[in-house]
């Protein structure tokens, strides 16, 4: 069961706060499975400094730009395609916690779905809320189309205990 969250990120962050604990690799950590949320797009937000996790997040957003390109030259071709998607096959031990992007455009405007292995709610949030915003920003200009909906999927939404 999918639990949807909106904008709401005040219900989110407290559900996680009373989940359970769970062990993984010998560390603690609050957990929620399977939930959505969804991200309101702001060009401001693409230029604030914000550092990854990890250099490997960094790559991550490299290669998801790059794929990107594959979902414009779908729909540029045809603009109600649901194939404009990617798994993320990585050739390298990247984390790979962004598993699939789907781009869609209805009425006019561009959707983003992202589903997610992994989500860390502290450590990475803010730069994957940043790469999402990246893709929207690009998908816009190079469709000429509206921002519609960011829709994030995560199998495991979790903190640090």
Same mark, same amino acid.
């Given at each position: 069961m999918v639990t949807n969250y909106g904008n709401d990120f005040e219900h989110l962050y407290g559900d996680l706060a009373?989940?359970?604990?769970i062990v993984i690799d010998n560390k603690k950590y609050k957990e929620l499975i399977n939930i959505s949320y969804e991200l309101t797009f702001s060009t401001d937000f693409i %230029?604030?400094?914000i550092p990854p996790h990890q250099p490997d997040d960094l790559n991550e957003r490299q290669y998801l730009i790059r794929r990107l390109f594959d979902?414009?030259?779908i729909l540029e071709n045809d603009k109600h395609s649901r194939r404009a998607a990617y798994a993320n096959v990585y050739t390298n031990k990247m984390c790979k916690c962004i598993s699939m992007v789907q781009v869609f455009i209805r009425d006019g405007n561009i959707n983003i779905n992202e589903f997610y292995r992994s989500q860390h709610a502290i450590r990475n %949030?803010? %730069?994957?809320?940043?790469?999402?915003?990246i893709l929207m920003d690009m998908l816009t200009h190079e469709l000429n189309v509206q921002p519609g909906k960011i829709t994030v999927f995560v199998t495991s939404f979790h903190k640090d205990c």
């Open positions: 009373n989940s359970k604990s %230029f604030e400094r979902c414009i030259s %949030f803010d %730069f994957d809320v940043q790469t999402a915003s």
